[in-house]
């Protein structure tokens, strides 16, 4: 069996239904993927942010967060935003 950088790094595929309910999919990086799990969880925006450093440099955090909560809201994975309780 023939391997590719590529295909290690998307061992995930996403797959949700849009406005129009029709299916969409597209890979997952595994960063995406801890941080969609976090978030599912209920996880703040903050701890997600604090998990990206396993994976980026401090001063990339906020750029690579924003581009996933933007890919998120624009394919309509978030549709909305909570505070949450205190514990």
């Not at 023939?2 to 290690?8: E, H, I, M, V």
């Not at 998307?10 to 941080?35: C, G, H, I, M, V």
């Not at 990339?60 to 581009?67: G, I």
């Amino acid at each position: 069996a023939k391997s590719s950088a590529a295909s290690d790094v998307y061992k995930r595929q996403l797959l949700w239904r849009d406005t129009d309910r029709l299916s969409q999919f597209r890979p997952l990086e595994e960063n995406e993927y801890a941080l969609l799990l976090q978030a599912i969880s209920g996880e703040t925006f903050s701890t997600l942010c604090e998990s990206l450093l396993g994976w980026h440099p401090e001063h990339e955090v906020s750029s690579v967060s924003l581009h996933y909560i933007t890919a998120w809201l624009e394919q309509n994975l978030i549709t909305k935003i909570a505070t949450p309780t205190p514990r």
